[in-house]
């Protein structure tokens, strides 16, 4: 399976850009990239989703490299909410089965007021 | 918010007991996943259903079983339980396995095993 990797940790400050990089050297051309964020004591939740071109939703910007081979995930103004740990999956696609997500140990954000 | 209900939230259980926890959604999605998560080890998969009577084992699916009677239950047992299965689970739920498919998740049921 192609795997991601993380900085295990990162800091901004509020109300600042925050870029978090991921790296997926060993992508496949049929393979999404998600991003998932968890917040302190609850469940994982859906960021943004991307392919090919870069992605904006009310959350986040997602921009993906031109070779697939890496992707930042981009908060336009961080606040002291968007303290979490941040996950970088590859969505993989069986045909048949549910594969669920495959989820590394991801980014710890910490947001600096 | 996804309609996504854990029970029970916390337990603590005794070594060798059976436990059950259950996840309850109101989505009406396919499909629908048991994680745990233990520090240092991110979210792994234990089982997972694609439909009412059809699952499948996940990564880490030993000494756990499950089942899916209707479409808005999935149970996930522990048969007899361990310390080593002291842990935060998971539910989650996704409409379609493909792969822009958006997962919701629960809010966790903190399994305590003394």
């Known amino acids: 399976d192609a795997k991601t990797t993380q900085p295990n940790s990162m800091e901004s400050n509020e109300e600042e850009p925050v870029h978090l990089p991921c790296n997926h050297s060993t992508i496949s051309g049929t393979d999404y990239i998600h991003w998932y964020r968890q917040l302190p004591s609850q469940g994982p939740e859906y960021v943004i989703h991307g392919l090919t071109s870069n992605v904006n939703n009310r959350m986040a910007s997602l921009a993906i490299a031109e070779d697939r081979k890496s992707s930042t995930l981009i908060l336009h103004r961080a606040t002291l909410r968007d303290a979490a740990v941040y996950y970088c999956i590859l969505q993989l696609y069986s045909g048949g089965g549910a594969d669920g997500l495959t989820f590394g140990k991801g980014t710890h954000l910490i947001i600096q007021p | 918010d996804a309609g996504i209900t854990q029970s029970p939230r916390h337990k603590v259980t005794e070594t060798g007991t059976p436990v059950t926890l259950r996840c309850h959604q109101t989505?009406?999605?396919?499909?629908m996943y048991w994680y745990r998560q233990d520090p240092g080890h991110g979210l792994r998969l234990i089982h997972y259903?694609?439909?009412?009577?059809?699952?499948d084992k996940g990564e880490v699916s030993d000494g756990y079983s499950v089942s899916r009677s209707k479409t808005e239950d999935f149970l996930l047992t522990l048969e007899s339980a361990t310390s080593s299965q002291t842990s935060v689970y998971f539910c989650a739920i996704s409409e379609s396995n493909n792969r822009v498919a958006e997962a919701f998740f629960g809010q966790g049921t903190r399994l305590t095993v003394v």
């Open positions: 259903s694609y439909g009412v009577k059809d699952t």
């Open positions: 989505e009406n999605h396919r499909y």
